[in-house]
C-alpha cells in the first residue's frame, strides 16, 4: 500500500473523529423508568424527574419521560428505543453505557414484622428474604442466601405476616409506601440495610453518547453549586453528595 493511500486512510479517520466530537447534542432525551411514588411518577413529576430536568434542561436538552416495568424500561435502552433507563445501577445490565456519575442513591431497607430480630447487611444470610422481580438485590447485597423474586407489592404484608419471607428489601420510598397500606404500622418496621448509588443506564447509540457526555459534564458543576440540594429538600429525601 502507497503512502497517499495510508494519508488519505488517515485523514477519514481524523475527520470521523472531529465529525464524532462535533456531533449536535440532542435537543431532547427520552428517559423510560418504572412509576415510582413521588419518584418518577407517571405524570412526570418526582425526585427523580426533577433532578434530571435541572441537570439536561439548562443545557438545551427537554427531558420526555415514559413509564413502563423496570425490566421492560432495561430492554427499551438495550435496544435504543429510549435514550436511556432511570434507576441503574452501576454494570447492572449490558449493552448499555454507564455515566461517571450517579443522580442519587437508592437506601436500601427491610421491611419486617416488629418481632423480627433486626437484621443488618452482615446477617441477610439468617433471614428468607423477598424483592420485587428484575432488581437483582443478590448481586449488590452480600450474604444473600435465600430470596424469592415477587411480581407486585401489594401482597408483601401478608407474605410477612403468614410466615413466607422474613425480609421485604426495597429502596426507602417504596417501602414505607408498602408500609402506609398497612391497618396496624405498629406490627411491622423498616431498617437500613445499604447505600447504592443510582444511575442512568444510556442506550449505546450516537445519541446516547453525547446525552452522557452532556449528563456528565453538568453533574459535578451541579454538585459543587449545591444546585440540587433544595429539590432532595422539597421531596424529603435525604441528599446522596
Not at 493511500?5 to 431532547?28: M, T, Y
Not at 443510582?198 to 450516537?206: M, R
Amino acid at each position: 500500500m502507497d503512502v497517499r493511500r495510508w494519508l488519505l486512510i488517515l485523514l477519514c479517520a481524523v475527520a470521523a473523529l472531529v465529525q464524532a466530537e462535533d456531533a449536535p447534542v440532542p435537543g431532547k432525551i427520552m428517559l423510560a423508568s418504572e412509576e415510582w411514588n413521588d419518584y418518577t411518577n407517571k405524570d412526570g413529576s418526582g425526585l427523580a424527574w426533577d433532578v434530571l430536568r435541572q441537570v439536561f434542561e439548562p443545557a438545551g436538552v427537554t427531558v420526555q419521560t415514559r413509564s413502563v416495568p423496570y425490566t421492560r424500561s432495561v430492554g427499551l435502552a438495550q435496544r435504543g428505543e429510549v435514550d436511556g433507563w432511570v434507576g441503574a445501577y452501576r454494570d447492572e445490565a449490558s449493552g448499555v453505557l454507564y455515566p461517571h456519575w450517579n443522580f442519587d442513591a437508592d437506601h436500601i431497607y427491610a421491611l419486617s414484622l416488629a418481632t423480627t430480630p433486626t437484621p443488618s447487611i452482615a446477617t441477610l444470610g439468617n433471614y428468607r428474604l423477598a424483592w420485587v422481580r428484575g432488581y437483582k438485590y443478590e448481586e449488590y447485597l452480600p450474604n444473600v442466601q435465600r430470596f424469592n423474586q415477587i411480581e407486585r407489592r401489594d401482597g408483601i404484608l401478608p407474605m410477612l405476616q403468614h410466615a413466607r419471607a422474613d425480609l421485604y428489601i426495597d429502596a426507602l420510598t417504596e417501602a414505607k409506601f408498602v408500609l402506609s397500606q398497612a391497618d396496624d404500622t405498629a406490627q411491622f418496621k423498616l431498617t437500613h440495610i445499604a447505600e447504592l448509588p443510582l444511575y442512568i443506564g444510556f442506550a449505546d447509540t450516537e445519541r446516547g453518547r453525547a446525552l452522557m457526555a452532556v449528563y456528565d459534564q453538568r453533574m459535578p458543576a451541579l454538585v459543587k453549586s449545591g444546585e440540587l440540594k433544595p429539590i432532595f429538600e422539597r421531596w424529603k429525601q435525604p441528599y446522596p453528595f
